[in-house]
């Protein structure tokens, strides 16, 4: 978990490192202070960067706990590994023959590798909420779209996170015997009567592509909470002001 503490840890410099001009995003210049745990009529450029940027930090710290611990993938249905979409007719072939258990050890390993490789994403992540500006957190809070947020992240970072993620699937698919159970299930498959088609699929390219996507789909969700509010996400009182004020630009 060293990558989790180094995304609170930079998360946190990089919030209280926020000093851009503080202009309104209201006209409404005039209302009058408000208390913790309120909501605001305006809310100033420098607090609408901090208040997302406090609201991503805590979106991926959680994102990336939940995924990187043992059946973080595998136990979650949402972003469960399965076969490869061109390898599902193996396992329909197996375990119509009594060979479900191969499966199974398989779709295992595929995910404790993905599990393995998330927590790299810290340090990605940390370097683009450094590069966040004023104009991307304000387009973020106020565009309307429900994850808006997990988007900037997917432009910003989803080549990177390849290339970190990548390496480290490869050495957990080898560490939790992938290759073996996949030539075992492969080998299998092939030997079963009017087989002819060779099935070939790179699963250190679709693991990494699969983690890839089932952490942003998690951070999705963890944003989702905080623009809805959903179990008290708004923890703070910048969050529930920033995101407040966010809430009344849609009525």
């Known amino acids: ?6 995304l609170s840890l930079a998360s946190c ?14 006209t409404d210049s005039g209302s009058a202070p408000t208390t913790s745990g309120s909501t605001s009529s305006s809310v100033s450029s420098s607090e609408a960067a901090s208040g997302i940027k406090q609201a991503l930090s805590q979106g991926l710290d959680r994102s990336i706990k939940s995924l990187s611990v043992t059946d973080g993938f595998l136990g979650n249905a949402a972003v469960k590994i399965l076969m490869p979409p061109e390898a599902q007719k193996i396992e329909n072939a197996l375990r119509t023959v009594g060979l479900g258990s191969l ?19 810290a340090p990605v992540f940390v370097s683009a909420l450094s590069k966040l500006t004023v104009r991307d957190a304000t387009n973020i809070l106020l565009s309307g779209q429900q994850d808006a947020a997990t988007q900037f992240f997917k432009r910003t970072t989803a080549d990177e996170l390849g290339k970190r993620f990548s390496p480290i699937v490869e ?7 992938v290759a073996q159970y996949w030539a075992a299930a492969v080998s299998q498959y092939n030997e079963l009567p009017l087989v002819n088609e060779k099935i070939e699929t790179d699963l250190t390219k679709y693991v990494t592509g699969k983690a890839i996507d ?15 509010n959903l179990g008290g996400a708004r923890t703070t009182p910048l969050l529930q002001k920033v995101f407040g004020y966010a809430d009344k630009q849609k009525k």
Do not use: Y
């Open 1 to 6: 978990m060293k990558g989790l503490k180094i």
């Open 13 to 26: 410099l990089l919030l209280f490192s926020q000093c851009d001009t503080l202009s309104q995003l209201s």
């Open 103 to 121: 499966c199974d050890r398989l779709i295992q390993s595929l995910n404790r590798a993905a599990e393995s490789a998330v927590d790299e994403a």
């Open 171 to 177: 050495g957990a698919l080898g560490k939790h015997h």
């Open 214 to 228: 089932g952490l942003f789909l998690q951070v999705a969700q963890e944003e989702l909470k905080i623009r809805d």
